[in-house]
């Protein structure tokens, strides 16, 4: 045991050592920068980070199967719904005899009405695709209500 205390004893006076010269030559050889090079920073490279969510993925479906191909499913509804609106786009850009480029289509504003009509088909579009959903939703909703109707009527005897 007594070895081993020397052992670490030995590592803390080594590293005080290493400190107090690495920070004794920096201070010293610190060269002055141009005002110039002073006021631009250096260009970082930009780094994209893929955003991924943490923790277990919530399952609603008793098969998770089944949860997986609802997200595939939307995936695909999302990218469907996203090419409607650039044909959209570009029908309208000839409704106005614009030619439609890259820059035209980017910059393409919408109005009011057309957002409106935008709006309004992205639900219906959704609402179609997710009405077998909706159905068995309706369904369970209508059984808990008659079953909290059901337990009521047994609580008020």
């Given at each position: ?8 004893a ?30 631009a ?87 179609r ?15 808990s ?13």
């Amino acid at each position: 045991m007594a070895m081993k205390k020397a052992k670490k004893a030995a590592p803390k006076t080594a590293t005080k050592k290493t400190t107090k010269a690495k920070a004794a030559p920096a201070r010293k050889a610190a060269p002055k920068k141009s005002a110039a090079k002073a006021a631009a920073p250096a260009a970082a490279p930009q780094i994209k980070r893929i955003r991924t969510a943490k923790g277990r993925r919530p399952y609603f479906f008793d098969d998770p199967n089944i949860d997986k191909l609802l997200a595939m499913i939307m995936a695909l509804t999302g990218e469907v719904s996203v090419i409607r609106e650039r044909l959209d786009t570009h029908e309208r850009l000839a409704e106005k005899k614009k030619f439609p480029t890259s820059d035209n289509i980017e910059s393409y504003k919408p109005t009011e009405a057309v957002e409106q009509w935008r709006v309004q088909w992205r639900a219906d579009y959704i609402a179609r695709i997710l009405r077998i959903v909706q159905v068995e939703l309706d369904q369970l909703t209508m059984q808990s209500d008659k079953d909290y109707d059901k337990i009521v009527e047994e609580v008020s005897k």
